[in-house]
């Protein structure tokens, strides 16, 4: 069971699409764009670099939905 928000504005849910209205509930899931790989750092021209090798974004989900 995720843990279930109450909105201040009206969002769209990432997975159906429904519109989630101000004051309905939702749930706030994290989801991987790009490669699953951790960041790694590399040695380039001797300094130390992060290399990232993908992003992490936070979208909602309607309460049928979480």
């Known amino acids: 069971m995720t843990k279930l928000t109450k909105s201040r504005r009206a969002y ?3 997975e159906c699409k429904a ?3 101000k ?3 939702y749930a706030r899931k994290t989801i ?3 490669s699953s790989k951790p960041d790694t750092l590399e ?3 001797g300094q130390t670099t992060i ?3 993908g992003l992490s974004v936070s979208v909602k ?3 049928q939905c979480a």
């Open 19 to 21: 519109p989630i209205n």
């Open 43 to 45: 040695n380039i021209g």
């Open 61 to 63: 989900c309607c309460e």
């Open 32 to 34: 991987r764009l790009g």
């Open 23 to 25: 004051g309905d509930l």
């Open 12 to 14: 769209t849910c990432h």
């Open 51 to 53: 290399m990232s090798h």
